[in-house]
């Protein structure tokens, strides 16, 4: 993946992406009083290798003038059938309402579909609020059978 969005650059992951991406997105948690989980929810951004290209999924920084600015990933889960999770979709917010995120999550769809995935999944925190409007109004739906800690909501959209 290589793609530009105004002046932002959308790129394949690499190894020395690891810090400034764990840097934006424990940033962005802190910010909204969630905690960085090395051992649990985060361990997959350090170990971008085994959990996502490995898998066959896709992990994405988003750079601003050769600065790390945000994430988006996703890989293939075992829920439903045919199915992948979006997973650490996180920008910063000087780069926030200016229809990146949207952009971003149309992206990875196309991606997703691409690969012949049918089912998106996307479990996020009410606390994320910017978040939760962003899939609600994408057409995600909610579901049940949240399994991360610090998350309470998680949604479905069927491709």
Not at 117 to 130: C, D, H, N, R, Y
Not at 135 to 154: I, Q, S, W
Request: proline residues 3%; charged residues 25%.
């Amino acid at each position: 993946m290589q793609d530009y969005y105004q002046d932002f650059l959308i790129r394949d992951w690499k190894q020395g992406d690891r810090i400034p991406a764990s840097a934006v997105i424990q940033s962005v948690l802190s910010e909204y009083g969630l905690g960085w989980e090395p051992e649990g929810a985060d361990r997959d951004v350090l170990q971008v290798e085994a959990c996502y290209l490995a898998t066959g999924g896709e992990f994405w920084v988003i750079e601003h003038q050769s600065q790390v600015v945000g994430t988006a990933a996703y890989y293939p889960i075992h829920r439903g059938e045919k199915a992948v999770e979006i997973r650490k979709m996180y920008l910063l917010p000087r780069v926030r309402g200016l229809g990146l995120g949207k952009y971003l999550l149309q992206q990875l769809e196309s991606a997703i579909a691409s690969r012949g995935f049918g089912q998106i999944w996307i479990e996020t925190a009410s606390v994320l609020a910017e978040a939760v409007k962003l899939y609600e109004n994408n057409g995600y739906n909610p579901a049940t059978g949240v399994e991360t800690a610090r998350c309470d909501r998680v949604y479905v959209k069927f491709l």
